[in-house]
């Protein structure tokens, strides 16, 4: 996964498993739930463009991107 987080360039503070091996990333004020996958490569592709515009508009809160697919337009974003 590391390696992955270096292929994307993504700014990442913190990653962590928990019991079950869901992912969940810490970026600045932007958690982003990854969940349990084969491969991260769909998450974390569309992820450097989703956290450069939360950072943008000064967002903080949870991203939601358990389910994601390639192609997918609606990602869940609770802000804090």
């Known amino acids: 996964i590391t390696q992955q987080i270096s292929k994307y360039k993504l700014e990442v503070d913190e990653l962590k ?7 969940t990333l810490y970026s600045g004020n932007i958690t982003v739930l990854l969940g349990k996958q084969e491969t991260y490569d ?5 992820l450097k463009s989703l956290l450069e ?8 809160g949870v ?3 358990e389910r994601y697919k390639e192609g997918q337009e609606r990602i869940i974003f609770d802000k804090n």
Do not use: R, T, V
């Open 17 to 23: 498993f928990d019991k079950n091996y869901n992912l």
């Open 42 to 46: 769909e998450q974390l592709a569309k």
């Open 53 to 60: 515009e939360a950072k943008k508009e000064n967002l903080s």
């Open 63 to 65: 991203l939601h991107m």
